[in-house]
């Protein structure tokens, strides 16, 4: 079965700190990954993929993410947090054998501390 | 403005009625889908149409059904709401190898 984890719940770090909110996944195939974002009482927003190439991707408000394929891994980090960086990520892959259908994770939760 | 737009936003009903939830994306997409986030922040994909054609139904009860008349638009209709009911419904759009983009949400509170 498809699947992806996202083992920490809660990730808390303080204003400047780096941060990375870990991903891993179990999908037969290369797929696409994905990180989401989703603040308090809004719908998701895009922040970044990962389709071929570079390991390293870089998207939205300074975040980017590692593609690891040998630990089947897409970990998202920032070099230093903001405040308004807290909200709810959400790590999504998107099987080849699924079609345009993505699997999500289950959510991590960031506070960053001022 | 581009977007996934949903309405309403809130909608507040009883046990046993019947409600419709609007979805249209602007985009250009070829595939919408509907997501249903818990109380626990859980997304579960319910369906998706790709052309105007249902390609994926996750288990989901058949008091729903999802009406899509043309490629911008996709409807969720709910028969006999239930207290489970309750949540946030997503829609969303993607095509080709690119990301999903999400609406803002509708409120479903089923007393």
């Known amino acids: 079965a498809q699947s992806v984890a996202q083992p920490e719940d809660q990730v808390n770090v303080a204003e400047g700190n780096p941060l990375t909110v870990k991903c891993t996944y179990s999908v037969s195939g290369n797929p696409y990954l994905f990180w989401y974002v989703q603040y308090p009482n809004r719908g998701l927003q895009f922040l970044l993929k990962y389709i071929t190439g570079d390991n390293l991707v870089k998207g939205s408000y300074g975040f980017e993410a590692e593609f690891n394929k040998s630990q089947t891994s897409f970990h998202l980090k920032k070099p230093s947090a903001l405040v308004s960086d807290s909200a709810l990520y959400f790590c999504?892959?998107?099987?080849?054998?699924?079609?345009?259908?993505?699997?999500f994770g289950p959510g991590t939760r960031l506070s960053v501390l001022p | 403005d581009t977007a996934v737009s949903q309405t309403p936003k809130y909608l507040v009903t009883q046990m046993g009625n019947d409600k419709s939830i609007k979805c249209e994306q602007n985009?250009?997409?070829?595939?919408m889908y509907w997501y249903k986030q818990d109380s626990k922040k859980f997304l579960k994909i319910m369906f998706s149409?790709?052309?105007?054609?249902?390609?994926i139904n996750e288990t989901v009860p058949n008091r729903f059904s999802p009406k899509s008349p043309d490629k911008a638009h996709l409807n969720l209709h709910i028969n006999s709401l239930e207290l489970g009911d309750s949540a946030v419904y997503f829609c969303a759009s993607s095509t080709g190898q690119g990301a999903q983009y999400f609406g803002p949400g509708t409120r479903l509170t089923v007393t």
């Open positions: 999504a892959v998107r099987p080849p054998s699924y079609g345009q259908n993505f699997v």
């Open positions: 985009l250009g997409h070829d595939t």
């Open positions: 149409y790709n052309n105007k054609e249902l390609i």
